[in-house]
């Protein structure tokens, strides 16, 4: 077992890499009562077309990612969150873009919820049977999402944007991608990405990290898994225009929805660079669009939007893509104020109190964060399999200069790059 002191935190991070390739982290927190533990592998719902080293090329169902998370909870014995709620934990999933997540918090045997939460994770059991109970299942709740306005307007600008990449489709795939998915399929891809090799596990909050380690150690000893090559992710090559310039929904809603956001493309940034660009544009769109912005405050003076406009940035290798709204009475008002106001701020640049300001609410919230065994595992888990580190961002944020966030204001904000989704009533 190693560690990593991070001084300016007061925080250690002890890490070792099992005989079988699992990286395992543990962040004591110590006076915390709360544990959280996640077990994430580095399979999302844009892994539909891979390759594992010294085996064929595979193209598999959209939505096999989300499909595989609801039916590792299911056991010969039962469901898995009876058990883990008998131990005191409260345990749950999620599947995003690039990854699977599978997790569970506690006060009490954590121990025994670590090994739980490993072993029935390293336990699949799919039958056909089950495959085609849990369609229905993920059908309905497909349908359920395609009533949602949020869900909608949210889709249909990354749908908007990108014309190739399997970004632009729903995590859950559609009703007709799931309905061809079989048990053959979810062992293909669960042996191709829930090798221990592409997983993480880490454990936050009042533990003992050798204790952890020694636990893990024994656990993975007594299960064998063959050495696994390295998988390529196979993309086609995705055209630098945005698919349509607006795209729009007809459903029930009180107000129209309108998200607008920029397209772009890799830029062959990578580990901490990747990060600091993540984060420097993330300021960017704070100075722009924040609640405290002479922007946000005329568009809310004029009735153009509501406390529920915001704005975020999801960047990865391949893909970026800003997205900012919300509810408004007149989107196309809305899309022109911002335009004008943008542009004049691209002519003169930000003003640095107002950067030194925002920067420093930025790192405030981050050192909040830190509070927050739940935050610090998602946030933890999501810097690593990008090859950066949650613990390393507060230098990386004292090191963005107002340049930087002038040169993403001119870079990022690009005419022939923004995508405009609108939900309307119809």
Not at 30 to 47: I, L, N
Not at 109 to 114: G, K, P, W
Not at 343 to 369: P, V
Request: hydrophobic content about 35%; some cysteine; aromatic content about 12%.
């Amino acid at each position: 077992m190693e560690s990593i002191r991070y001084e300016h935190l007061q925080e250690t991070l002890y890490y070792e890499v099992m005989d079988n390739g699992l990286s395992v982290y543990v962040l004591p927190k110590p006076g915390f009562e709360k544990t959280y533990a996640t077990f994430a592998t580095k399979f999302g719902s844009v892994d539909n077309h891979f390759r594992v080293e010294g085996k064929e090329e595979q193209q598999v169902p959209d939505g096999i990612a989300h499909f595989l998370e609801h039916k590792m909870f299911e056991e010969p014995e039962g469901d898995i969150f009876a058990k883990f709620a008998s131990q005191g934990a409260s345990a749950n999933a999620f599947t995003s873009f690039d990854q699977t997540v599978y997790l569970f918090s506690a006060t009490e045997n954590i121990n025994e919820n670590i090994e739980t939460l490993v072993n029935f994770v390293q336990n699949p059991y799919f039958t056909d049977q089950n495959v085609e109970k849990e369609k229905g299942i993920i059908g309905q709740e497909i349908n359920m999402y395609q009533d949602n306005p949020d869900w909608r307007v949210y889709f249909g600008l990354i749908e908007a944007m990108f014309q190739k990449h399997p970004v632009r489709i729903d995590i859950a795939g559609t009703i007709e991608s799931i309905s061809t998915i079989t048990k053959e399929t979810l062992y293909d891809c669960y042996n191709a990405f829930y090798h221990p090799s592409n997983m993480l596990l880490f454990v936050v909050g009042g533990v003992n990290p050798e204790e952890v380690m020694d636990l893990i150690r024994n656990n993975q000893a007594q299960k064998n898994y063959e050495k696994q090559g390295k998988i390529d992710r196979l993309f086609e090559e995705e055209p630098l225009e945005v698919g349509q310039k607006r795209r729009e929904v007809k459903l029930a809603v009180s107000l129209p929805k309108c998200l607008f956001g920029f397209k772009e493309l890799s830029k062959g940034l990578s580990g901490e660079e990747l990060v600091r660009e993540d984060l420097t544009t993330r300021l960017m769109l704070d100075l722009l669009f924040g609640s405290s912005t002479e922007l946000y405050q005329k568009l809310y003076d004029e009735d153009l939007i509501s406390d529920g406009f915001g704005h975020e940035y999801n960047s990865s290798a391949q893909y970026s893509f800003s997205a900012v709204g919300g509810d408004t009475k007149d989107p196309d008002l809305l899309l022109e104020r911002v335009r004008t106001e943008v542009e004049a701020m691209q002519q003169k640049g930000f003003d640095q109190n107002h950067f030194e300001r925002t920067r420093k609410k930025k790192m405030g919230g981050y050192l909040r964060m830190l509070n927050s065994p739940e935050s610090i595992a998602h946030e933890f888990t999501r810097y690593q399999f990008r090859g950066g580190d949650l613990f390393r961002v507060l230098p990386i944020y004292e090191s963005i200069t107002l340049e930087d966030v002038n040169r993403r204001l001119r870079e990022h904000i690009n005419w022939d790059q923004l995508a405009v989704s609108l939900v309307v009533s119809p």
